[in-house]
């Protein structure tokens, strides 16, 4: 298995079912912090949800699609990153995250977002990736930005949470825009 440092003591590496109880300690740490900014599915609350929800995504992964990485900082897992959609045939993915309130601001998610970047367009040859959030979900615009990313639009209402619908944006970057950044 691999692990990359990405710095402070934090590596990102695969999250697979194996870590099922790890992945529920965490949501339990984590969840009512970020309920609102992902998706419903992913926001289990024991560990028969935590396994079935890595489960999930090994198996997308297993026919090339989407794919679940954690982010451990001093061997806790402390969030994650993912390709919450993986299509070669289309040359497109869509990146995602999570992170509990104590790893924030460090840096960390534009990093390992920037790892999946680079693997994406250098090692498979995508074409285009983008980022979806909540509008009002300033912190994840943030990242987008820092990854050189264009907001392309909102999608209006797009984003029910709670019994309420809220703008989703979509930001994009292209191969030849990321391989242009100075990183």
Not at 42 to 71: H, N
Not at 96 to 119: F, N, Q, R, S, V
């Amino acid at each position: 298995m691999f692990s990359l440092a990405l710095r402070d003591g934090a590596r990102l590496a695969p999250l697979e079912s194996w870590h099922a109880e790890e992945f529920a300690r965490h949501l339990d740490r984590a969840r009512e912090h970020i309920r609102p900014w992902v998706g419903a599915a992913f926001v289990t609350v024991d560990v028969a949800g935590a396994r079935a929800t890595l489960e999930r995504y090994g198996a997308r992964q297993a026919v090339d699609g989407a794919r679940l990485y954690g982010i451990w900082r001093d061997n806790t897992l402390v969030g994650g990153v993912m390709f919450t959609a993986f299509d070669t045939t289309s040359g497109s993915c869509e990146v995602g995250c999570w992170l509990e309130p104590a790893a924030e601001g460090h840096g960390l998610i534009t990093l390992a977002c920037t790892a999946l970047l680079d693997w994406a367009f250098g090692t498979r040859g995508l074409h285009r990736a983008e980022w979806h959030c909540r509008a009002d979900n300033d912190r994840s615009a943030a990242v987008a930005q820092r990854l050189g990313m264009t907001l392309e639009g909102v999608r209006r209402e797009a984003w029910p949470y709670d019994g309420v619908r809220h703008d989703k944006q979509v930001w994009a970057v292209l191969a030849p825009e990321w391989r242009a950044l100075e990183r």
